[in-house]
């Protein structure tokens, strides 16, 4: 089932919201063919999101807030390469996904507190699925507790520790400084990701690297501070 031959199976019918109210799906019109070539030459629209969106640019979900396919600009640029904000939680944290990957269609959740980049679904039918699914998006949803669960582990590697290294990956670690930390989602399932506040310590020595294309990033981590008495 495609994303919009998912959409079209639930417009109209009556769900649940995020506060167990009655909600019914409504979608909004949907874009030209012009509009979408014109969305083609901004940046890369897969086959997919090309059909999802001649039938609509979005809906209102049930928490409250706005899907938009179309989406915005998103900030993070060291982390994202085009990142593309679809929708938000109402509490600071975005579905977004990066429209200069590999992948265009993976949608991460970029979440704020803890400082995470979440893989949240594979592609517009999987977060569709999610979404209008029986998952509550309230702080107490097992997405959250998947980005604290990140924070709290190590998803950072080195070349030498990093297993199956193949061409694309080998390439990249020789644009590299020694001491760099490899960060690999190119294979990732839903529920895996990396602290990204991590990659954007004000104490780096350089800014993180990411792969042109690939889902693979680079950083230098800081030197540990010296304890304070060890400056006298």
Known sequence: MTAKEFLQSRQGKRMKNAFDEPFILECKPGLSELEIEALRQQRAVSDELAE??????????PDGEEV???GEPFGLEGIFRHPIALKHDGAGNFWVIDAASETPDRIYFACHDPAVAL???QNYTDFLQQILGNIRLGKEDAVYDKCYAIWKRKA??????TQKRDAQLNAFAQTLEPGHLLIDLRKAKNG???AWGQLLNKR???PPTRHPTAELWAYKPPAALKPWWKFW
């Open 192 to 194: 895996d990701g990396f």
């Open 68 to 70: 938009d396919f179309v």
């Open 156 to 161: 950072a590697k080195t070349l030498a520790e």
């Open 52 to 61: 999802l969106l001649s039938f609509t640019r979005g809906f209102t979900a």
């Open 119 to 121: 893989v949240f679904a």
């Open 204 to 206: 780096q020595p350089v």
